[in-house]
């Protein structure tokens, strides 16, 4: 369900502090189950973070019920969007999400770059996660002062490349229409999973009620590695 | 033969191939001629880490020459490793060490390959080589 990118910086975050992960369960269709996550929080949980889509599976996990349930016993929520924003418009505001990311790469634009979203309200709070050049309003030997968002978060030369191909690959796929993406997709995923269906011995994981356009399978007696090199 | 010819002759072979599904096709042939490892050695000892499917190697001493037997649950991998055999096996731990690898960049398998499995098949020469110097050390 969960990349390994979301799993991975939180595991090196509970060595560095004490913290404890847990982690929600998953059914048999690939779908989280809600009653379990309900059950997980508790006034001790600081962050709740999961994928709106999973790159495995392709379930769209219900994130605005996360959200509030997260919201409820006052923890913040980060959902990684990398999967997700191909393929559905979020409305961060209308989720009231505290943070939200997602990858140029994963949006036809270059690798290295990428959006990470917050409410100001935390992005204020934050410290700056590197120190350098225009990340400061006056430095002396005795003390700095940072200076204001997004600048706090923007220590020495960005990428600048990157940043305007990335925008070149949104305007690119706005022309198209993500309604129009969203639409094409799921007519592709229908017939692909009916067609992958009539073949004999091949077994899909991930049929959330709720999924995009990803196919997981495996083909019994054939090793997953063969498949793979074939078709790639 | 030694291993420089057996890499030519290697060379040779795929470069008769016009596309890839030709070139696999013929991998997964060659891996049907792969020296089978003894059931007994495929422990997970014998496992060669860093590769995606499951790759069994042994190796033993024969006179004065490493003979390697191996298997893969994976038939390209099988043929890969099949490959490698081909050229390393049968032949001197010294021979072996010192052998230059740009066969197979040559035959384009490690480029055409992804990263992962393309480190795969680094860490199968490394550990065909680690063969080799362990056994180089008994000789001595």
């Known amino acids: 369900m969960e990349h390994h990118s979301n799993i991975v910086p939180w595991q090196m975050l509970c060595e560095r502090t004490g913290a404890i992960l847990k982690v929600i369960p998953m059914n048999k269709e690939g ?24 790159n495995a599976l392709g379930t769209i996990n219900p994130i605005a019920e996360i959200i509030k349930k997260a919201h409820g016993v006052g923890a913040a929520v980060l959902i990684d969007g990398a999967q997700a924003a191909p393929h559905i418009v979020a409305d961060v505001q209308a989720l009231d999400v505290d943070f939200y990311t997602c990858s140029a790469h ?3 634009g270059p690798t290295g770059v ?3 979203y917050g409410k100001e309200e935390w992005l204020k709070k934050l410290p700056p996660y590197q120190g350098g050049g225009e990340m400061i309003v006056e430095v002396t030997f005795e003390k700095t002062t940072y200076a204001d968002l997004p600048h706090k978060f923007e220590a020495g030369t960005p990428n600048i490349c990157g940043g305007i191909a990335f925008g070149a690959a949104l305007d690119y796929m706005h022309q198209i229409g993500f309604k129009d993406i969203a639409g094409y997709e799921a007519e592709l ?16 994981y991930g049929t959330a009620k709720n999924k995009t356009s990803v196919i997981s399978f495996n083909i019994e007696g054939i090793h997953p590695y063969d498949i793979g090199t074939i078709l790639g | 033969m030694q291993i420089k010819e057996i890499q030519e ?26 020296p089978l490892i003894d059931e007994a050695y495929k422990t997970d ?9 499951k790759v069994w190697v042994h190796a033993e001493l024969k006179d004065d020459k490493l003979v390697f037997t191996a298997d893969s649950d ?30 197979i960049d040559e035959i384009g398998l490690k480029e055409h390959l992804s990263p992962t499995r393309a480190n795969g098949l680094v860490s199968m020469i490394k550990q065909l080589k680690l063969y080799a110097v362990a056994y180089q050390t008994q000789i001595k």
């Open chain 2, 74 to 103: 994976a038939i390209i991998t099988k043929g890969i490793i099949a490959i490698l055999i081909r050229a390393f096996s049968n032949q001197k731990p010294k021979d072996i060490i010192e052998a230059e690898t740009d066969f």
């Open chain 1, 114 to 116: 990428g959006i990470l």
């Open chain 2, 45 to 53: 000892d014998n496992i060669i880490k860093g590769c995606q499917s």
């Open chain 2, 9 to 34: 002759e290697i060379i040779d072979e795929f470069s008769m191939f016009d596309d890839w599904m030709q070139r696999y096709e013929y991998m997964i042939e060659l891996g049907k001629s792969l």
């Open chain 1, 31 to 54: 779908e989280l189950v809600m009653e379990e996550y309900a059950e997980l929080l508790s006034d001790k949980t600081k962050l709740v973070f999961c994928n709106h889509v999973s």
């Open chain 1, 189 to 204: 995923l229908d017939y692909a999973t009916q067609e992958l269906l009539k073949i004999e011995g091949l077994k899909i």
């Open chain 1, 106 to 108: 994963k949006m036809c």
